[in-house]
């Protein structure tokens, strides 16, 4: 397939870009792409990719539109694997016409945990 490529992302600290030729439709493709819940299946570092509310609750329709809110949970090893980071991204583009869906980095999800036995405050 050719096309377009991704605008470049000079303020950008990470940019992955990717292309690979694959022998069946590109319906069929662009289907397993819009499918976000299915990326741990076929990519190995995430762990899960789930469209979410403002309260950071799974939405039903996980199908991704422009202005999605999207928490992304990865582990690149060698990594946390106990807890994986978290990123939350916002859909800013579907392009059902030339196949392109993007994101973009809106923030870290932090947690605090309080370790009581040891009186230790951990961020992660």
Not at 33 to 46: K, R
Not at 86 to 96: A, F, G, N, Q, Y
Not at 108 to 121: A, G, L
């Amino acid at each position: 397939m050719s096309g377009p490529t991704p605008p470049r992302a000079e303020d950008g600290v990470f940019t992955m870009t990717a292309s690979a030729t694959i022998d069946t439709p590109v319906e069929k493709v662009w289907n397993v792409l819009l499918d976000f819940p299915s990326y741990p299946e076929w990519i190995p570092f995430v762990r899960s990719q789930v469209i979410v509310d403002a309260a950071n609750k799974p939405l039903n329709d996980q199908t991704p539109r422009v202005g999605s809110n999207l928490i992304l949970t990865v582990n690149i090893p060698p990594g946390r694997e106990s807890h994986p980071p978290k990123s939350r991204e916002i859909v800013t583009l579907v392009d059902h016409e030339n196949h392109r869906v993007v994101w973009h980095y809106a923030s870290f999800t932090i947690y605090v945990r309080t370790d009581n036995s040891k009186n230790h405050n951990h961020i992660r």
